[in-house]
Nanobody, 127 residues
Framework: QVQLVESGGGLVQAGGSLRLSCAASGRTFSSAAMGWFRQTPGKERDFVAVITVSGGTTYYADSVKGRFTISRDNAKNTVYLQMNSLKPEDTAVYYC????????????????????WGQGTQVTVSS
């Protein structure tokens, strides 16, 4: 079993930055592709970014491309989401997710591809 815990959310002004962290338990982290998703009340959970098992491939939603960076540190069992140039529309609860994976697949942009989810962390961007 994999357990995920997000942290690093908070309140920031537009144009500011935050770094989210997701700590994973167990020894399975190094074999898992990791994704970040976000959700606002009344809306679907949307894809944000994904990183493959090796960290060699990343993919981003168009809405965050050029502003957000996903990375991982397998030695620390942690995945990060660096968020720069934040906009009010980035306001959401951010979730990390894990799935046992290998090579890149477009399925990693879908919520139903993931087996494990964190509890979420709130990010609020004020104008």
């Amino acid at each position: 079993q994999v357990q995920l815990v997000e942290s690093g959310g908070g309140l920031v002004q537009a144009g500011g930055s935050l770094r989210l962290s997701c700590a994973a338990s167990g020894r399975t982290f190094s074999s898992a592709a990791m994704g970040w998703f976000r959700q606002t009340p009344g809306k679907e959970r949307d894809f944000v970014a994904v990183i493959t098992v090796s960290g060699g491939t990343t993919y981003y939603a168009d809405s965050v491309k050029g502003r957000f960076t996903i990375s991982r540190d397998n030695a620390k069992n942690t995945v990060y989401l660096q968020m720069n140039s934040l906009k009010p529309e980035d306001t959401a609860v951010y979730y990390c997710a894990a799935v046992r994976g290998g090579r890149w697949s477009w399925l990693y942009t879908r919520t139903d591809a993931y087996d494990y989810w964190g509890q979420g962390t709130q990010v609020t961007v004020s104008s």
